[in-house]
């Protein structure tokens, strides 16, 4: 039986987007299903690329990584706003015991990348989930002059190369994490069966 691993995320520009695709081919490389959702930004259309998220995704889920880009060392409002519905799946424990991971972007390096991740780690917490994040034998977090922490896989938009996406060691590290998460998945799957 095949892991189903939700990438749940919000982008604005591009770049928290570039790391749920990598994080993807990770889950994908572990021989698990990547489901990639995403949530509205108030005013702004749907997603021309990837679903909405619905509570259901949430109950059919094997884990879940949480992604946003840096909002004043926060995640954005639309993710927030997600969770703050999630109240039934809460007390009924859907999300409990299954793996997650979170996933950041920022227009600087200092722009709140770690507080953000913690952020994103609390909703995770407090649905009773297992947080993961990228240990220090990937060999990415002795090499990033950009994203990437134990906390979970981030890009930094350096001033001088705008739109130049995620570099590849922030794109190693996203890989890293899905795959992990996909695997860790795998065991506890087979532990409960």
Same mark, same amino acid.
């Given at each position: 039986?095949?892991?189903?691993?939700?990438?749940?995320?919000?982008?604005?520009?591009g770049a928290?987007?570039?790391?749920?695709d990598?994080?993807?081919?990770?889950?994908?490389?572990a021989?698990?299903?990547?489901?990639?959702?995403?949530v509205?930004?108030?005013?702004?259309?749907?997603?021309?690329?990837?679903?909405?998220?619905?509570?259901?995704?949430?109950?059919?889920c094997?884990?879940?990584?949480?992604?946003?880009p840096?909002?004043?060392?926060?995640?954005?409002?639309?993710?927030?706003?997600?969770?703050?519905?999630?109240?039934?799946?809460?007390?009924? *424990?859907?999300? @409990?015991?299954?793996? &997650?991971?979170?996933f950041? $972007?920022? =227009?600087?390096?200092?722009?709140?990348?770690?507080?953000?991740?913690?952020?994103?780690?609390?909703?995770?917490?407090?649905?009773?989930?297992?947080?993961?994040?990228?240990?220090?034998?990937?060999p990415g977090l002795?090499?990033?002059?950009?994203?990437?922490?134990?906390?979970?896989?981030?890009?930094?938009?350096?001033?001088?190369?705008?739109?130049?996406?995620?570099?590849?060691?922030?794109?190693?590290?996203?890989?890293?994490? *899905?795959?992990? @998460?996909?695997?860790? &998945?795998?065991?506890?799957? $087979?532990? =409960?069966?």
């Open positions: 039986m095949s892991s189903r691993i939700l990438i749940l995320y919000y982008s604005r520009n928290t987007q570039q790391l749920a990598a994080i993807a081919q990770g889950v994908e490389k021989g698990a299903e990547a489901v990639l959702r995403t509205e930004g108030p005013g702004e259309p749907k997603s021309s690329r990837d679903l909405t998220v619905d509570v259901d995704d949430l109950r059919t094997d884990g879940l990584i949480l992604g946003s840096t909002r004043f060392g926060h995640m954005a409002a639309a993710l927030q706003q997600f969770w703050e519905r999630t109240s039934t799946e809460w007390l009924r *424990g859907v999300l @409990v015991d299954k793996p &997650a991971a979170v950041t $972007s920022s =227009s600087s390096m200092h722009g709140g990348q770690e507080s953000t991740l913690l952020s994103l780690a609390v909703p995770l917490l407090h649905h009773g989930m297992i947080l993961c994040g990228i240990p220090y034998t990937e002795q090499q990033t002059s950009g994203g990437g922490s134990p906390y979970g896989a981030s890009h930094v938009e350096h001033a001088d190369k705008v739109g130049s996406g995620i570099s590849a060691v922030e794109r190693d590290l996203a890989v890293a994490l *899905g795959t992990r @998460v996909a695997r860790i &998945a795998r065991q506890l799957q $087979s532990r =409960s069966g």
